[in-house]
């Protein structure tokens, strides 16, 4: 089984310049989390998505940060414009549904680590 | 108040060791329990997932939980070098959309 994809690995923009993360999740795979990892902390979720529409968003900067999910399959996270404080890890995760205990489990791709300088 | 509390460490122990790595939680509603590990660059993979109380071995690793204290553990026997990474402790509660909070994170290394 193909494990979540994401592109770029890494990105470095000077801090007003704008970015897009894209994320491949696992196939059948109906719930998308997008975290942001500051160096030294745990993972913050920034969006979730069940198919393609969202249902936590609570907790993500709305003046800057904006996602999608196209179709209930891919999803890009786009910064606009870039702060400083940005500069993280943004982890892509999947898991199969929501409501199910079973499937609580996330699965995680390998981030995209941001710099901004 | 942080919903989950996690002493980030850094934990160094000799190999062979028992390490026991914690957490604290404030929401009594959490009822899945997970611990991830995140090797340096690399996304985190669950460890060990636990349904409200009690305990689960799987290996040189067992999670417990203690929902009276909300207080979770897990535990590792005969500790490795390959076993130094960062240990995340997860939940979510149930009737919700599997919201996943993380701790910070714990540091550890094993030295041989």
């Known amino acids: 089984e193909a494990g979540v994809a994401q592109s770029p690995r890494y990105k470095i923009i000077e801090k007003r310049q704008s970015v897009a993360f894209w994320c491949n999740p696992i196939s059948g795979h109906a719930t998308l989390y997008w975290y942001q990892q500051i160096l030294g902390q745990g993972p913050k979720l920034l969006i979730q998505f069940q198919n393609n529409g969202v249902v936590d968003d609570s907790q993500l900067p709305k003046d800057r940060f904006s996602a999608e999910r196209l179709k209930g399959v891919d999803s890009t996270l786009k910064i606009q414009p870039a702060k400083l404080e940005d500069s993280a890890v943004y982890l892509c995760?999947?898991?199969?549904?929501?409501?199910?205990?079973?499937?609580?489990?996330?699965?995680f791709g390998q981030g995209t680590r941001l710099t901004v300088v | 108040q942080k919903e989950v509390e996690q002493d980030p460490g850094p934990l160094s122990v000799p190999e062979g060791a028992i390490v026991s790595l914690n957490c604290t939680y404030s929401?009594?509603?959490?009822?899945?329990f997970m611990w991830y590990r995140q090797y340096s660059r690399k996304g985190p993979e669950l460890l060990m997932y636990t349904y409200s109380s009690g305990n689960k071995e799987d290996g040189r690793f067992t999670a417990q939980v203690d929902k009276s204290s909300k207080y979770i553990s897990l535990f590792i026997r005969d500790s490795q070098p390959s076993d130094s990474a960062t240990y995340l402790c997860a939940m979510s509660a149930t009737g919700g959309y599997n919201k996943l909070i993380f701790g910070a994170g714990t540091r550890l290394a094993v030295h041989p």
């Open positions: 995760a999947s898991s199969k549904a929501l409501y199910r205990a079973e499937n609580t489990e996330a699965f």
């Open positions: 929401n009594s509603a959490f009822q899945y």
